[in-house]
């Protein structure tokens, strides 16, 4: 044991020398110490590993991973591709196996510090940890800004670029499909896992030691949109170090309303209105909506009718192009939350009864709307899924019944909303959704029907409504569910009417009303025996009514 520590020691003392007399080493290089620190790292305890001077080592770990030769070269491997993808037969594009890029892409894939990046980057993170000068941390971000940038910028200029991931088998050939074109995502998605390692150790130091914010977490969330192209491939839902980092970083930024503005305005997209070609500018747009979303409610007024709303304008409608999938979804949550916003109360009125029109058949007309779009596509079940759909309404139903200020200028326009969902009933298809769609609507996952998504989402908006509204659909939402065909699917939507009644949706004022429909306006008759004759007659306890036979 002792001779162990010894060489510990022995061993902390060379390699803090080493990096503190950088100079004047001859025989190592940097990235090579960075390599022979790597592999020692794990088997050395606890108290070794804090005696490096991480302060000195963590500059030069940066530098050697993502700007050495033998490392990512701050991205310019991708530019050099493109000079080696030539059109071949059938107009595809081909990436040789036999091309220098592709050969110098294999290189940087089997090198010591890319094949061994899982390792360096969680030695990167405990030298975050260790770091003592928060100003070395803010000089790793600038250094991660700049190579994302350098990589976003070099990606921009390859061919392969311009293909989106649902067209590569339609324009790249067999050959680059199997082996070049997996082994660059395979390099770029290490790369990323490595930038978040330390992004997450990063934001975990400003939380716990920078509580005012000195440090600028807009470079955080630049690094995270510099990278979307590779981070919107694989999905971010299910890495949860992304969703850390990237909420952590708003909810910093949030602090200061002015910053956030500052950092929005210079992230927007290229064209404001108009929709991309290029799946790089589209994935920048949609992380653009994505992030402007969570600060709907500190931006102005002004931001929102100049920048939000106009970004989001284009994606609206998708025109069935599965490409914008994603945006389309991002637009209408940005819509939604803008509307919802206080300060946004006088867009609001402008905006709400078009989006409101759009989210039923775009064909028909709102009795209060000015205008109709001729287009013969369905919003929902077509275009928006049956949770975005319900979420939709409630959220709109919100908005325009009181306190909110949108209700006193467009007083009747939840009832509106409302009677348009009810009377779409009758043309609704019973027939269950496809279940990617609809799986989601019910807890053991049986597919709903049109006709039941237009009655959970007429159910989901019940505790949205004034009380006099309220006391009107109670029964005509009871109607609606018996106007489902399928039994499996009347039994669902009866379970969330008993949801919505009895767990708290409701405020003290509605459920009250609430117990006085089930318990003596016939509320349980209709709903559970299916009886709509309860006489609204006045009855002393125990009267017999006129049509009895006794």
Partial sequence: MALHTKLQNSLMNTINFSLRNGSQRSDITDPELVIAISLVFDVLDSQAKISLDHDLLLPIL??????????????????????????????????????????????IASGPLVATLGRLSRLAAFSIGQTEDMTILQRMLQDLSEFSRSL????????????????????????TIRTPLPLLWRVLRIGMFAIIVMLTACMGRFLSDDPKGKCDVTLVLRILRNVCFVSSRLGTDTLTQYSFVYLAAIDVLSQFPGQAEQFLNEIQPTEIGK????????????YFLNTAEQFTAILGSDIASKLLTPAAAPYLRMDGDPRLLQLFEAAHCIMLAVLAAPQNSDLASAEIEPYAEFLFEVCHKLPSSKTVNQSVRQAFPQLISPRQFRFAIKQLIRITSPPWLVSRQ??????????????????????????????EETGDGEPMSEQAVLVL???????SLPLDALEDWLPIAVRSIRLIQAPINQHAVKQRFWEVLSNGEMDVDRAALCVTWWGTRGGREILLYGRDDISDEPLMSGALNQSSKL
């Fill in 457 to 463: 989402a007429l159910i989901d908006s019940l505790p």
């Fill in 275 to 286: 929709t991309p070609q290029n799946p790089l500018d589209r994935s920048m747009d949609l």
């Fill in 152 to 175: 976003s910028i070099q990606w921009r200029q390859n061919k392969l670029s311009e293909i989106d991931v649902s067209e590569e088998m339609l324009f790249l050939s067999d050959e």
């Fill in 62 to 107: 940066i530098s050697s991973v993502f700007s050495s030769d033998i490392g990512l070269r701050q991205g310019y491997f991708l530019s050099t591709i493109d000079t080696d993808i030539i059109e071949g037969e059938g107009k595809k594009f081909n990436w040789s196996t036999k091309s220098y890029s592709y050969r110098q892409l294999q290189s």
């Fill in 410 to 439: 467009h007083p009747l326009l939840s009832s509106t909303i409302l009677e348009v969902l009810y009377t779409r009933l009758d043309k609704a298809s019973s027939q269950p959704l496809p279940r990617s769609r609809s799986a």
